[in-house]
């Protein structure tokens, strides 16, 4: 049986679907993976921290964030010393891997799903990185680490002897990472083309089909898949976040989003878009890199496709990406369905690999 403790910095949409889904799912991780967990803390933005070393009670914690309520009067009696209500993810990070030293936790995860950040990627690299360093094992859906710093956490997280996952970033739950890791050994990438985001994806189709800019933006609003500042989505930086990550992890590049050549769909009107369906074309927004002088180079920016293009035939929230390989020419991955359920369960299936290295480890 492999036990593992789990510590929610951010405890939003993600977050929360991720801990419904891991309710769900507690049958066959055990069946299957051996894996049997508790929630020891949570840390969250608005709804304060709690933390219980002989686990949460995860309903109620889901009960009180979505009342709004704060969660501190979960912590345990214990902790409430030593953690305050107003903890932060840091704060609880420390705590929790000090505490694992001091109660033996047993193995102790850190499930990330803070806010990307376009600035630096933080504070979600310090989570990683603090948690990696204090003995944890990391899983996260969040772009930005491995967008912004993935070389340095792979190194932390190798020394430290831990996983870092990361399988949310791109796509969802569609395994990407894992398909290349997993299954095509000593195979070169060579370079990428794909539309990545689902928000302007429904935007730029929602407008062919009539409707406007404005009402399918609140509706990916209203469904939890734009980002909490939709301008993330709309002026293609989520795009480019998850193009430096496909970049820095099956490249080996060292890109941040902000040295992707960006452009959103902002200016994109419907006149734009019928203008375009009417000489036979799709607008979509391609995110894509290949390698330049040796370094791979990326970029983002809405393209008019022919309509033999296979990404002009994604509608609504579909995602494609096709990679380039030096063996296996291309490869196309197809998301027909996205969401929050989707994310969540990319989560809940780095941990079942966590539980076979753990359960590895220790035999
Ligand atoms: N805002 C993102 C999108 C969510 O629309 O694709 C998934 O990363």
Known sequence: MVYLDLLLVGFGN???????????????LRRDYGLSWRVVGIATKRHGSAFDA???DIVKALR???????????????????????????????????????RRLQH???????????QRGQPAVDHVITALRGGAHVVTANKGPVAFAHREIRSVAELAHREFLFEG???????????????????DITGFRGVVNATTNYILTAMEAGRTFAEALAEMQGAGIAEADPSFDVDGWDAAAKTAALMNVLMHGSATPRTIA??????????RVEDAMARGKRIRLVAAAERGDGHPVGHVAPEELDADDPLAHLTGMQNLLILQTDVLGSI????????LTQTAYALVSDLAAIARRVGRDSS
């Open 108 to 118: 102790l995860v850190l499930v990330e799903t803070t806010l990307l950040d376009i």
């Open 169 to 187: 970033a791109v796509m969802d739950g569609i395994p990407v990472f894992n398909l290349v890791r997993e299954t095509l050994p000593v195979a």
């Open 54 to 56: 002989r686990g949460l």
């Open 332 to 339: 196309g991955i197809h998301q027909l369905d996205g969401g």
């Open 262 to 271: 960006r452009t959103g769909i902002r200016e994109i009107t419907r006149d």
């Open 64 to 102: 009180l964030a979505e009342a709004g309520t704060s969660l501190d009067v979960l912590t345990g009696a214990e902790s409430e010393r030593l953690l305050p209500a107003d903890a932060s993810g840091l704060d609880l990070i420390k705590y929790a891997t000090s505490e694992s030293k001091l």
């Open 14 to 28: 993600v977050g929360r679907q991720f801990a419904r889904l891991l309710q769900e799912k507690s049958v066959q």
